[in-house]
């Protein structure tokens, strides 16, 4: 296939962009707009603290927290994808390897919190990384590929 390197390096960056814009928005509400911070769909962390400012701010720096993890991630998704993946070096099996551990511990939610929130953070971007990695693989063995 004469462009799967091209969609490949492509898909992970876009992925990697996504990640960090969507970070970014996270850090936003937890540190600029507690009030639009929702848990769960619904609740502010006001709510749930029960007046408790202390807790409400705890929920909040929660968030930023993982919203800081999550933007690192992409930031570097982002490198790897933009420079040294696009070169050809061949990363994918660690960009693989990166996103099936932030995968595997966010689907330890269902069988240990028994709760099926945000599997979505999991769950699409693992799909769009093994998509990725596909075309990867297909450039490898494609004598002409670009």
Known sequence: MKYAH????VLFALLGAATVALSLSSVSAAYLDPSADLIAG????????NGDGEVAKALSARRGTAAAF??????????I??????????????LLAG????????????????TSFGLGAATIPLFLVVVAAVFGLLARRSPTSS
Do not use: C, M, Q
């Not at 619904?42 to 603290?49: I, L, M, S």
């Not at 933007?71 to 982002?78: M, P």
């Not at 994808?81 to 660690?94: D, E, T």
């Not at 996103?99 to 028994?114: C, E, G, K, M, Y």
């Open 6 to 9: 091209t969609i490949s390096w």
């Open 42 to 49: 619904r609740y502010t962390p006001e709510e749930v603290a």
């Open 70 to 79: 999550g933007l690192s991630y992409g930031v570097l998704l982002l490198g």
């Open 81 to 94: 994808a933009w420079g040294p993946y696009r070169r050809k070096a061949r990363l994918f099996p660690w």
């Open 99 to 114: 996103t099936l551990a932030n995968a595997l511990v966010i689907l330890l939610r269902v069988p240990l919190l028994d």
